[in-house]
């Protein structure tokens, strides 16, 4: 599955990195390099989602990352 949207840091817990969908979904960001993480960076990202799974920040599905492009 690919999603678009752009990258943010939320400050919960220990802080999670999230991909704000286009789609109006948020997903937590589960892998891929650090050259990902950048704050406000407009990405593709290539992954599955886990609907069933909820990490501790709690703030949406896990999309894990197969790979990625910038937009």
Known sequence: MK???TVEFRDV???????V???????QISGGRSSLLK?????EIDGDV???AMGVAM???I?????YRVL
């Open 3 to 5: 999603v678009r949207g």
């Open 13 to 19: 817990e220990m802080g999670v990195w999230v991909l």
């Open 21 to 27: 969908g286009e789609d109006g979904r948020t997903y």
């Open 39 to 43: 704050e406000g960076q407009r990405v």
């Open 50 to 52: 886990d609907d069933a």
């Open 59 to 61: 703030v949406g599905p």
């Open 63 to 67: 999309l894990k990352v197969r790979g």
